[in-house]
């Protein structure tokens, strides 16, 4: 359906648009294209083949489509007319040059075809009772297309005498130039592998492909999403690339198509390809190649544009500080900084917020390397990834429980279990405070508020040095409050002292703790089952387990503390280490949601003009909850949506799902949330703001607010 209808919208639109405002110009100019019919022969003889061929020359800007136009358009047709001296089946099927990529909307509608020039060729054969001349009277039909598509039709005719054979140099040059564009058999074998999105195209080739080569597949049909990024492998057999599958797209026994290989410093070739379903070949996926054109668009990104990037990343992390998935942690920041005042010595509380600072740092740093593997190794990565990986939840989980414990006063940094490493406990202030900065950080850095999704989405295609930068420029601006705190002349004398008071918040500062850490459970529970969520709680109880043995025991006891403090994080993470393709169980949609988040559902409800709002979440994610029971879920909300004859779906990126990954991805955002508003009628729609409110949302449903797309 979304075929037809970018279609439909590309032929129509185009004649609606162009119709009233460029009359004038059709008379000056003619049409956008020129057709002629050319020949390698000048004069033919009976009974041979030779080819003849439909040449186009479009002016500058426009261009005509490949026999599979992608998301929209037309291939171009030669039909016969009456006073053509052939009989049926002389002219051969039209030979298709290799075509190239012609995005139309950036992310959404992707074409193939050819601009500047074009040379179809066709084989001729001549009657072997051919006398006189073979005439040829033909119509050239195509669309062709810029910012409006136009069809248009052309009258071509040849004229051939027939005799003793004789060559058009000319004509032939260019023939035998254009059928040398026209893709051969592929030398190697292909399979796709369509057991679970997204495809995995593999290439096998012996000796492999040639450094540097970016490999695109054009299908013949419509089984893969045109506008998609083909991130690919490569190894010394062959190449592969990942294809991400249209809603409605199926491969039932082979995938057909074509690939382009464009090699640096030479000529870009094509080859037919009919991949066959089965697993990737060996040595075809062993490491991420070159991007594919248009994917490392990090290198036209200029210096004012990184320093924007940066100074949105900056502002989003200052705001981090205020999102619900840090408060927790912060309490704990709070805690330290009293603690480290107590000493009387500015220089401590400077320190301290040194340390803090450092280990946020340090963690962003990490997460962006981690970031650049994860994009090496498959192609793109969104921000929360690690979220999506059960083992990492469960050690989030048990430290979070076991911050809890220590706020509780159940154990001691330096005290008790850290005595088997002695010297930490001289170093204990300025080694909580690091380790303060890393769990802010890694609790932190899944959130996308304000300004982040735009920054951190526009960044995650450009070079590493960009992706760092930027990173960086997120965790200082996280840190940077408590590192200012930290430096205020005389703070040290105007905090409160510590006393009980303290001990009693310390206490009191453990309760969100152990609700982070309930949560985080959830979490647990949707990516890898309940049997995880069983083996985390094992895990917590041998850490209390742990802190039991370690108080005033001796050596044997506190080194089988140790075992079964290792025991408790280690074991929980291995058991939910579930594979890829494990399935919790189908997400559960809120009460006010019609339905799962799909392109499909998308087209079925504009079809019926009815407006349209998606919800991106994730369990994972706290700024997700905090919206919809703050905004989403309130009776105003509903009651507006109900009015309005909202359809409400539902995007769950709790697992990892290529399909909503790429969405992200065409929409600029680094990860989840991301909300989406389509008016009535409208397809292309607006992207609100990373926190909702109530009034933000009845504004677009009622249309006071404009369907634009904030960073």
């Known amino acids: 359906m979304t075929r037809i209808y970018r279609a439909v919208l590309a032929a129509f639109a185009g004649l609606l648009l162009l119709a009233p405002a460029a009359s004038a110009q059709w008379e000056a100019s003619g049409r956008r294209a020129k057709a002629e019919l050319v020949s390698e022969r000048t004069r ?76 179809f060729a066709l084989p001729l054969t001549i009657p072997g009772t051919a006398s006189g001349e073979v005439r040829i009277e033909a119509v050239a039909d195509y669309l062709i297309c810029e910012s409006v598509c ?26 035998g130039a254009w059928i040398a564009k026209v893709p051969g058999p592929f030398p190697g074998e292909a399979r796709i592998d369509a057991a679970a999105a997204p495809w995995t195209l593999s290439l096998a080739l012996e000796g492999g492909f040639p450094d540097g080569a970016r490999i695109r597949f054009f299908p013949s049909g419509h089984e893969i999403r045109h ?44 080859y037919e390809i009919r991949a066959v379903r089965g697993e990737v070949f060996p040595g075809t996926a062993d490491a991420a190649a070159v991007p594919e054109s248009g994917e490392a668009d990090g290198a036209a990104l200029s210096l004012g544009g990184l320093l924007g990037l940066a100074g949105l990343a900056f502002l989003g992390g200052l705001i981090l500080n205020l999102m619900p998935c840090v408060l927790p942690v912060l309490s704990m920041k709070a805690v330290g900084m009293v603690s480290a005042a107590s000493s009387g010595h500015a220089g401590e509380l400077r320190s301290h917020g040194l340390w803090y600072t450092g280990g946020v740092m340090v963690s962003f740093t990490a997460l962006a390397v981690a970031i650049l593997a994860v994009r090496e190794a ?79 989405g526009a960044v995650m295609v450009q070079p590493a040095p960009a992706v760092m930068a930027v990173f960086l420029a997120m965790g200082f601006g996280m840190a940077l409050p408590f590192l200012a705190l930290s430096f205020v002349p005389g703070l040290h004398r105007i905090l409160p002292k510590p006393g009980k008071w303290m001990e009693t918040l310390k206490q009191a500062f453990a309760f969100p703790m152990f609700l982070t850490a309930a949560w985080l459970l959830s979490v647990v529970a949707g990516l890898a089952g309940a049997g995880a969520v069983g083996w985390t709680l094992g895990g917590a109880t041998a850490l209390v387990f742990a802190i039991w043995l370690a108080r005033d025991g001796g050596l044997f006891r506190r080194t089988f503390a140790l075992g079964a403090l290792a025991l408790g994080f280690v074991a929980p993470a291995l058991l939910a280490n579930v594979p890829d393709d494990f399935v919790a169980g189908a997400p559960e949609l809120p009460a006010y949601a019609q339905g799962a988040w799909s392109t499909a559902e998308v087209d079925a409800a504009l079809a019926q003009d009815r407006p349209v709002f998606v919800d991106f979440t994730a369990s994972w994610c706290a700024s997700c909850q905090v919206n919809k029971l703050t905004t989403l879920s309130s009776r105003r909300v509903k009651a507006a949506f109900e009015d309005a004859g909202v359809v409400f779906l539902v995007a769950d990126f709790t697992q990892k ?32 703001p990373e926190l909702l409110s109530q009034d933000l949302v009845i504004g677009y449903v009622e249309g006071r607010q404009a369907a634009t797309s904030p960073p």
Request: net charge negative.
């Open 378 to 456: 498959t192609g793109f990565a969104t921000l929360g990834f690690q979220m999506q990986h059960a083992p990492t939840v469960v050690v989030l989980a048990l430290i979070m429980f076991a911050v809890g414990l220590w706020l509780m006063g159940v154990f001691e940094l330096g005290a008790s279990i850290q005595n088997t490493g002695s010297g930490l406990a001289n170093r204990s202030g300025a080694a909580g405070a690091f380790f303060t900065g890393v769990l802010a950080a890694v609790v932190g850095a899944p959130c996308v508020g304000p300004f982040l999704g735009f920054a951190l």
């Open 150 to 175: 136009v069809p248009e039709t052309a009258d071509v005719s040849l004229v051939l005498p027939v005799g003793a054979p004789e060559v058009d140099v000319a004509g032939g040059d260019l023939i």
């Open 227 to 270: 506008p998609a990024m083909q991130p690919q492998r490569g190894g010394p057999n062959g190449a592969s690339l990942t294809l991400t599958p249209d809603p409605s797209g199926a491969v039932e026994e082979t995938l057909d198509g074509i690939i382009r290989v464009d090699r640096p410093g030479a000529e870009p070739a094509g």
């Open 44 to 119: 033919v003889a009976p009974g041979e083949t030779i080819y003849i061929a439909l040449k186009m020359t479009m002016e500058p800007g426009w261009h005509i489509y490949w026999k599979n136009a992608g998301d929209a358009g037309l291939p171009p047709q030669l039909i016969l007319k009456e006073g053509t001296t052939l009989p049926e089946g002389a002219l051969g099927e039209m030979m298709w040059p290799l075509p190239k990529l012609l995005p139309v909307v950036e992310g959404e509608i992707m074409d193939y075809g050819y601009d500047d020039e074009a040379v």
């Open 657 to 688: 799902d290529p399909l909503i990954a790429e969405e992200l991805k065409q929409r600029g955002r680094a990860g989840v949330p991301m909300y989406l508003w389509y008016a009535a009628g409208s397809r292309e729609p607006a992207v609100l």
